[in-house]
């Protein structure tokens, strides 16, 4: 064995050790867009280029897209567009070290972006069938131009890619059909009466606007969204005759009523949630409390209220009293926040009443119509 | 570089190839039992052993189990018993060449079993976080013992299983949560009058019972389940007067309570649903019909109703007339079955009837009381 062998033997070695380690980096993400962005980094990486962008294929629209092309902004290419379409027409991976001189390549992206392209290695992602999934495009190598060996690495990084967005995919559908059945929950309660439909998603709307304010974790906001859709669902157990009564209750159809937030947690409660979610059916149960501990179920006071369930009060007072009821009109916005003013330190907290009124100024603000609803 | 350096080089890229093809296998399961099946297998291949068994740990439970262990029934041991029980105290892998002189060794398995444990190479699995979420026990390396480099290859499988086992545990924890909406979905129906209580759950009960004596695919008995379970979704739309009116119904109110299938199919027709239960919405809405084409919402004759239908038929009706009402008692089993004779050829399909008959038959076989409804 020459030298240059053992050398080309070593360089293999620790070729398929990097190919190891990101192939295990690669599948330990679940979330489409992470993972979409790290495979274009560490394929950069990996093959010591300067960029890479991975588009997908889109078939319906016969498009290749790319979420997330390093240092430049979501691209849409018709499918048979440039190099990358070329590689999808025929599927094999193509080396090109003179890009400019490529009657395929399209020099509109780099005159845009200020970009200079070199040299560019560009290779299919196949997924199990072995149907095209999308174009890997790698700009830049580095040092030198791309050889047989980058190809070869990139194949192995293409199939390892394939497969982690493949199963990002199959739990992005699950998370879908997730969302839609709390659609569903909400839509069912607002469905008892033609008077409270959108309530949930209206709700649901101007918490996520005031927890957004308030600079809430965008993982707390998305549960916070999920309580604040299904903070009625305890209304189920309320009878027809109670919940679409038309005008005032009587004081014992209203203590019937007001058992709704306690029903809320029972029955949510019954739903297998994973751990993140777990906290839901309790949090949707306190959307009645008030800051002065006048509230319900619990009667909780100020700071024993969680933050989430303030929230919720302010954003489910405002929309009932701007709806429209049997024996009323809805109150204009502008009117009902003085209402909701005046009772702020005492039903509702005023660093959420804050927030609201400064989510309800943008908000209204991006209307022409001042009158019209947000929806 | 000796011949013996070459020769273990090229000996180490060999392996370091099956390890990413390995790799690349495991991370395309994504459902756990059929990972750990090939967990197992992949792992005793690549390591030219003749059995490897995979222990997951229980922590609550302080055990250690094993789901599919190669060639074995489903073994529980204690957390700390025996090699696995060493590896996961130390974390340490080993390599132990006589095990029956090693004091940690439990011959009891082999005793049982009627193999001979003549290796043994038992490593530990970790999560992303470094905690042990199981352990490797590889058995009899067919040429040899174990040496360095297999303990070597034992640890990158596993860390490769590890990302493939997390993943589908995030993918089950989603799918126990889809099924849990599903549940919920239905209790809410049966929710609304007492009587009903449970009756979307027999329903789905009988209709899996039928649907698995005729020798259904998994994938459809799957779907069905869930139809079952929602074919009465619909009644949300039917006011509480009419639901639960006790006695029978006025010609107009029986004409309402007829739009309950169609209801379903269109409330349910807004969830979000992957390909493959894409049909449930216009599935569920099929109970009603008969093989007449005297039933509703579409006056559906013979093979026009999908078989799902044509299940759901017999299962919803039977436990319609063996249920209490208000204004009167449940009929027992054999009674209701010959009721449901009268009408086979007419609103039921023959061959769903018999196997509808022989599940019962089995059903009530099983239970020492025969008045007890199987719950």
Redesign the interface.
Known sequence: ?T?AD?QS??A??QR??V??EV??AI??L?ELDDLLLLIARETARVLKADRCTLFLLDEKREELWSKVAMGEEKIRLPKESGIAGLVVTTGETLIIDDPYSNPHFNPEIDKKTGYHTRSLLCGPMRD?KGEVLGVFQVLNKLDGGFQQEDKELLE?VA??SA??I??AR??A?????????I???A??ID?RHHLTAGHSHRVAKYTVGIAREMGLPKKEIEILRVAAFLHDYGK??I???ILAKPGKLTEEEYAQMKRHPALTKE??G?????DD?RGIPGLASTHHERLDGSGYPFGLKDGKIPLGGRIMAVADVFDAITSKRDYREGMPYPEALEQLREDVGKHFDPEVFDAFERYLRKELADKTDEKKKPS
């Open positions: 064995m030298i053992t033997l070593l293999e070695n398929l050790k190919l190891l192939g295990q599948s330990s679940m199990s192995a199939a390892f497969i982690a493949e199963n199959l739990y559908e699950l998370k879908k059909t997730f969302y839609s059945f659609e569903t929950l839509a069912t469905a189920i157990g009878p027809d005759s029955i949510l019954k739903i297998y949630l994973s979610y």
